[in-house]
């Protein structure tokens, strides 16, 4: 079992920043891959960005759709169990709850998600 807490939420003007972090407790040894969705009102859960591969020093590979690269940027923490989101030049529509999501062997577990608000 893998447990993740989100946090860093909350409101922020446009074009504003915010730093989400995800850390995983149980048994992190098992988790191969981290990372962030979002679900906007009336709107599907989407990938927002992944690590894969994260218990290794090289060779991870990143995800990052087009609809927030190079405005989002992913990283891990020194721990293997950390992971960050880096938001940048937010924008109204990147209003959403944002999830923190882990992949460990068979499974997929998921945090209880963060509310990120961009408005003026």
């Known amino acids: 079992q893998v447990q993740l807490v989100e946090s860093g939420g909350g409101l922020v003007q446009p074009g504003g920043s915010l730093r989400l972090s995800c850390v995983a407790s149980g048994s992190i040894f098992s988790i191969n891959a981290m990372g962030w969705y979002r679900q906007a009102p009336g709107k599907e859960r989407e990938l927002v960005a992944m690590i894969h591969g994260i218990t290794t020093n090289y060779g991870s590979t990143i995800n990052i759709p087009d609809s927030v690269k190079g405005r989002f940027t992913i990283s891990r923490g020194n721990a293997r169990n950390l992971v960050y989101l880096q938001m940048n030049s937010l924008k109204p529509e990147d209003t959403a709850v944002y999830y923190c999501?882990?992949?460990?062997?068979?499974?997929?577990?998921w945090g209880q998600g963060t509310q990120v608000t961009v408005s003026s």
């Open positions: 999501k882990a992949y460990a062997g068979r499974y997929d577990y």
